[in-house]
């Protein structure tokens, strides 16, 4: 039976050794250090986990670790997708879905399928996966929009659960979650859009800045799916700041400089993306000594 997806989804970045083979060590923090936090589940192996560079083994090597490192036992989403579709459902034959809640199926890239073409292929991956599907639209990577239309076609599919919709387009998602049916999950996939989506029935987030800051991040979500705004928008404007500095030199040489700067993992990450540069580092430090002070009596840092 699936178990609720609603809350904190933290985006889990993929920590790496100077050589830069995995360090599954400093993953295991991680994920004590989230689940401290607050998280309510993890998603592996996404854009932050830098999906299109570990190689299928890594990648199941860190589900599996994930699954068996699991310190409360929260639910486990997998990134599993692509731009060609039949490769797509080759790794679902080839996957263990022991443990796994559900996958996060990031919509075609490159290719830029036409709104059909988007719906034939998530309606074969829906088809073939034995865990249920959450669509992830996100354009700026992708270069096309799943439409509020096509969602809505995709939502009626038994095992297509709901959309992690990051194209900032909160028109869009009013008209998603205007026509969707119950229990269709609308998640925000841009952090500083999360309370806003939420107030439009959204049901959480599947977070970056989760990994270096968890407790103001999931406290902001709380807040605002108790329908407490104020104090929801108290912690959005403590991150307001820090947000963009996650994305200035590409996702996620941000916040794995972050959590450098807090003792989790080291900045390592694989080409092309290149680590933080100085400038973008001291800018980092500054706003995660900033943050860490703000919130030091909840024991954020360990």
Known sequence: MKRNLSGTGVALVTPFADDLSLDLQSLGKLLRYTTAGGVDYFVVAGTT??????????????????????PSGLPVVYGLGGNNTDEVLRAIRDTDFRGVEAILSVSPYYNKPSQEGIYRHYTAVADASPVPVILYNVPARTQSNISAETTLRLAAHPNIIGTKESSGDLVQCMQIVRSKP??????????????????????????????????????????AL????????????????????????????????ALQELGICRKAVRLPLAPASEGLSRKIAGQVSKITSLYAKHEQVN
């Open 49 to 70: 986990g830098e999906s299109p560079t570990i190689t299928h083994a890594e990648k199941r090597e860190v589900l599996a670790y994930v699954k068996d490192n699991n």
């Open 182 to 223: 119950p229990g269709f999950m609308l998640i925000s996939g841009d952090d500083l859009l999360a309370v806003p989506l939420i107030a439009t029935d959204g049901c959480g987030a599947i977070s970056v800045l989760a990994n270096a800051f968890p407790f103001p991040f999931t406290r902001m979500v709380k807040d």
């Open 226 to 257: 108790a329908g407490n705004y104020q104090s929801a928008n108290q912690y959005l404007h403590s991150l307001l700041d820090v947000n963009p500095l996650m994305y200035e030199e590409g996702n996620p040489v941000g916040v794995k400089q």
